[in-house]
């Protein structure tokens, strides 16, 4: 069963960038979509986009296009979100969640514990 | 893009009643429709894909059907545990890309 790991809490300034980790163990990571999500302090959860490993290619919400950057490197099982030019309204919780269905877009099963990234002056 | 209308946003009932939460898609998306509980200060848990299978492991109190555009997800009868917030959520491959519903609150009365 594939278990999916973020890496910790980031407090960043206004106008900087985060990265965030997702390391997937006991499974397959490499053929199904890696997506990551967010949820804002009370609030839904919004898609940002995501990415097949094996192929490398991402695609990405229009809502943070030229603002986000998710890769992934195979030899380490690891996924990765990069977005810049934060500001105050990206305080939230990221997800990473797995695809269920390999090479396809679908439902998210698993998820990571999720990362809660502060932006603050 | 693709929205989907969730309703109601909220909603309190008691142990045992029967709970019903509606997700409306803005255009024709098949059965691409799946949906997941949240507990505060945890991950989603996908509870039903592609409109009405039930994950592995859920409850069969918990059902969805529709296709099209309207979709229902049921807690036939209401425990204690299944309090928290449901989300739908649409998927699409032709261009890719995801929409949640804007989430529906479970409390107990």
């Known amino acids: 069963q594939v278990q999916l790991v973020q890496s910790g809490a980031e407090v960043k300034k206004p106008g900087s960038s985060v990265k965030v980790s997702c390391k997937a163990s006991?499974?397959?990571?490499?053929?199904?979509?890696i997506s990551w999500v967010r949820q804002a302090p009370g609030q839904g959860l919004e898609w940002m986009g995501g990415?097949?490993?094996?192929?490398?290619?991402?695609y990405y919400a229009q809502k943070f296009q030229g603002r986000v950057s998710i890769t992934a490197d195979e030899s380490t099982s690891t996924a990765y979100m990069e977005l810049n030019s934060l500001t105050f309204e990206d305080t939230a919780v990221y997800y990473c969640?797995?695809?269920?269905?390999?090479?396809?877009?679908?439902?998210?099963?698993?998820w990571g514990q999720g990362t809660l990234v502060t932006v603050s002056s | 893009d693709i929205q989907m209308t969730q309703s109601p946003s909220s909603l309190s009932a008691s142990v045992g009643d029967k709970v019903t939460i509606t997700c409306q898609a803005s255009?024709?998306?098949?059965?691409?429709l799946n949906w997941y509980q949240q507990i505060p200060g945890k991950a989603p848990k996908l509870l039903i894909h592609?409109?009405?299978n039930l994950e592995t492991g859920v409850p069969s109190r918990f059902s969805g059907r529709g296709f099209g555009t309207d979709f229902t997800f049921t807690i036939s009868s209401l425990q204690p545990e299944d309090i928290g917030t449901y989300y739908c959520?649409?998927?699409?491959?032709?261009?890719?890309?995801?929409?949640f519903g804007g989430g529906t609150k479970v409390e107990i009365k």
């Open positions: 006991g499974g397959t990571f490499s053929t199904y979509v």
């Open positions: 990415i097949i490993p094996i192929f490398g290619t991402p």
């Open positions: 959520q649409q998927y699409d491959n032709l261009p890719p890309g995801i929409t």
């Open positions: 255009q024709h998306i098949s059965n691409s």
């Open positions: 969640a797995r695809a269920g269905v390999k090479q396809q877009l679908n439902w998210f099963d698993p």
């Open positions: 592609d409109a009405s």
